[in-house]
């Protein structure tokens, strides 16, 4: 199966999507951090997706596609996926549709994690995250046992480059523009489950799971 979560920098798609993926035995493709993976490697990826990123606005479809396609092929993958952060255009919406066809899928939920936009700069700025692992923490709603330390393995924390006011104002306008109306092309052509992204973290959870049981 497939599932799709649409949503603005910050609503909490990657603090969902692991719980989600160990319940349902999904595989979790985070373009986001497969992206920033590739920019502290150096890859000519990363080099090519760095200046975007940086800025707050969306690399190329081109880029991403690839990328999606390649570790949709991967044999772990196959039970299924849950995508974050993809598709981000409608571009990229129509392209991951062409991919499932010709694997006789589809997208079978599309969550839309809906929030206002004056919560995300707070979540954002406190944001500290292990790279390695993709686990996310913040400051005020989810502190580590130690600060700056990750839980489980005891390695540093960072912040993110593209984590500031400033930054998030471009990547909310990204957002607007050209992720919203991949909500309206998934609308016309099955189920979007809009869920309450302002809840806390385990009422959000709640939320998901329903959706996907049902
Ligand atoms: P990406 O990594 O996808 O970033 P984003 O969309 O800006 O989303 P975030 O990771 O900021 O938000 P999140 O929803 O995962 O929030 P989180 O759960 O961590 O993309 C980064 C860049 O890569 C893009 O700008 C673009 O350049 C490029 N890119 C990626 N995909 C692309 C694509 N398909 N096409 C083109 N370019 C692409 O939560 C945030 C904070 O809030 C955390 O600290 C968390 O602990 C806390 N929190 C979470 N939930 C709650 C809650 N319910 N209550 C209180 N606090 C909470
Ligand atoms: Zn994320």
Request: hydrophobic share 35%.
């Amino acid at each position: 199966s497939t599932e799709v979560s649409l949503c603005p920098p910050g609503s909490g798609k990657g603090t969902q999507s692991p719980i989600i993926k160990d319940e349902y035995c999904l595989c979790h493709l985070a373009t986001g951090d497969m992206l920033r993976a590739a920019v502290s490697a150096k890859t000519p990826l990363g080099v090519k997706a760095k200046e975007a990123m940086d800025k707050g606005e969306l690399v190329s479809d081109d880029l991403v596609i690839g990328i999606i396609d390649e570790a949709m092929k991967k044999p772990s993958c196959q039970k299924g996926f849950i995508l974050d952060g993809f598709p981000r255009t409608v571009v990229q919406a129509e392209k991951l549709d062409e991919m499932l066809a010709k694997q006789g899928a589809k997208v079978d939920k599309v969550l839309n994690f809906s929030i206002d936009d004056a919560i995300l700069e707070e979540r954002i700025t406190g944001r500290w995250i292990h790279p390695s692992s993709g686990r996310t923490y913040h400051t005020k709603f989810a502190p580590p046992k130690v600060p700056g330390v990750d839980d489980i393995t005891g390695d540093p924390l960072i912040q993110r480059k593209d984590d500031t006011a400033a930054v998030l104002k471009s990547r909310l306008e990204a957002f607007h523009r050209q992720t919203e109306p991949v909500i309206d092309y998934y609308t016309k052509k099955s189920a979007v489950a809009e869920l309450h992204a302002e809840k806390p973290p385990k009422d959000v959870t709640a939320e998901v799971q329903k959706v996907l049981s049902s």
